[in-house]
């Protein structure tokens, strides 16, 4: 186990999935990114168009021929012909004969009987009850799992973070316990610029990092206490949504993970501290303490959970340009095909189309792909992927990461396209976790010379950085890009911008009415395929190795396979 003390910066250190994804999980408000303002002398935008043909793509993917694009059925197997023909008429080298399809083995596991927290200890009620309560679910392929009479633990923030000088399971053995932790980081809990990334949320914020730490000290059950602004969504998103999980199919059926893993209400929280005489807001306190410890809560937990289980086979489409100079270095692009399928039970409108999200992203790669066979050939290899799985829990690029087609060592870099700006023309590109790697310094270039300025995601908080595709690339080492036109409209302001985006949200996100409409204004998604076009091209045609800045948890990994890129 490592043993660090706390609060120890580490000076010149090195730093080191899903209930919901990024674009399965949109911002509940939209607020003003905080951003410089274009220099003086921007005062004309440079408009673009990268292919034409575009809408067409988008159009087609969104119709309601494809049936909603859900892995496993009609609409997937429509989908990947589509791409499959497109990718072959415009020249890109399948991967497998003449294949263009990854196999992608996944798991549906289906929580058909989850049963209440039995509690133990002195002033706790008997149980906390599903859904009410708390939730609660298996990652392990099995049809049963139960957990009994186990010793619960509060352990802070769950996190180990050598980087950052953090361990908060320093000397604690949790084998068979149950671990309670607070959700988010220090640095959003305090907004201290200086602690973690302050209000940014890194990597340890995520509760899916808290899960897979649990598992690797053993835990037995892993719950994470819901607070609203800490999570950036309530607790109706995790307990009152769909409670069926996909998962990889993997050799050892996810054994290695926790038996369960959950969350409990802030109400339930401070249930179990007053237990122990105590309360949510000293909590908090004493777990950004220098000397803090594990405290035991003084409880013990049980819960069950009996699964259905089905596999499913579904596949990545994957071509890529050959480099004509260093092919076996890789700049790759990507976007998720995937959507959510049908709603039988709605008489009027049964198609989950998923034009925005992501037809819109899917029509971009192919354009992209297009644009790119239509060019000198590039010295690099440039590959093209499109992933199932997505809204499923980020599992097609998953897939992708721990089986690689092309070495993840060799990547240059990693583009992804998800959401598309369907609105017209933007001042503002909004770079998600801007200041993470130096490839932003390409894109921001680029950015200025259509006479736009690059800004943050409005909300940092929320951990959007590691709720897309790209983050399965991330946690490899792979530096990162994902960026898209902001709210800033060069003709009509910011304020017009943000009411598109909040009517989105209102009517459409993950809602039937997420469809294709011949009024959008697909100069700013062209604008933007255009910035990464210039990206990749560059890339493409250099000896630059992009990395994660100094101080970012992927450092470290970039770092470890640096050998592999020696000349």
Partial sequence: MITLSRFTLLAGALATGALLSACSE??????TAEAPQPAAEQTELKLTEVNPRLGEYIKTLASDEFQGRAPATKGEELTVAFLEDNFRRIGLKPIDGDSYKQPVSLVQIDPVQVSAMSLKGDKLPAQFNYRDDMTAWTTQVTEQVDVTDSEMVFVGYGIVAPEYGWNDYEGLDVKGKTVVMFVNDPGFATQDPNLFNGNAMTYYGRWTYKYEEAARQGAAMALVIHETDAASYGWGVVAHGSPIKFDLINENKNMDRAKVEG????????????????????????????????????ATASVSVKNNLRELTSSNVVGYIE?????????????????LGMDFSNPDNKVFNGAQDNASGTGGLLALAEHFTQQAKPERSVVFVAVTAEERGLLGSAWYAANPVFPLEKTVVGINMDVMNVYGPMKDMVIVGLGNNNAEDILIKY????????????????????????????????????????????EKGADWGKAQRAEYNKCCYHKVGDEWNDDWDLRGAQQDLFLFYQVGNELANSRNWPNWNEGNEFRALRDASAEARKE
């Fill in 323 to 339: 480099g004509s100079k260093y092919p076996d270095e890789y700049v790759l692009y990507m976007a998720h095909w995937d959507h």
């Fill in 26 to 31: 949109q911002p509940t408000d939209v607020k």
């Fill in 263 to 298: 969350w409990v209400t802030t109400e339930s929280a401070e249930k179990l501290f007053a237990n122990i005489g105590t309360d949510l807001a000293t909590m908090h306190k004493k777990a950004l303490q220098k000397d803090f410890a594990p405290v035991p809560l003084n």
């Fill in 447 to 490: 950015t200025e010379q259509q006479g736009r300025y690059a800004v943050r995601e409005h909300n940092p908080e929320a951990g959007i950085a590691y709720r897309s595709d790209h983050f399965n690339l991330s946690k490899k080492g792979v530096p990162i890009l994902y960026a898209k036109g902001g709210n800033d409209h060069f």
